[in-house]
């Protein structure tokens, strides 16, 4: 597992900074989805620039911590990336699994 990513919260409660892969370079922010009443709903969506790309699903380890399960797709990705958001200092790790 590789960490492409890291995030810091804004004060409207988005996170914002960067991923980064070998072949993806961007600028992207989650942002907290709206409320829903389908218990499959994301809790938040994930944008670079003004195109979604991604949403993300609350969820609790077996250590009882907290992270977020992220599904990232474009049209210009040949699959969809997995990768978990775990809070870490000074922010949040968006870490790549396969």
Do not use: C
Request: glycine share 8%.
């Amino acid at each position: 597992m590789a960490q492409i990513g890291h995030f810091t919260r804004g004060d409207d409660g988005t996170l914002n900074g960067t991923i980064r892969t070998l072949s993806l370079n961007v600028k992207a922010r989650f942002v907290p989805a709206e409320t829903s009443s389908n218990d499959k709903a994301p809790a938040l969506r994930v944008y670079a620039g003004p195109i979604e790309i991604g949403a993300a699903w609350k969820r609790t380890s077996k250590d009882n911590a907290p992270y977020h399960s992220v599904k990232l797709d474009d049209p210009s990705f040949t699959t969809p990336i997995f990768a978990n958001l775990v809070e870490d200092e000074g922010g949040y790790a968006l870490i790549w699994s396969r």
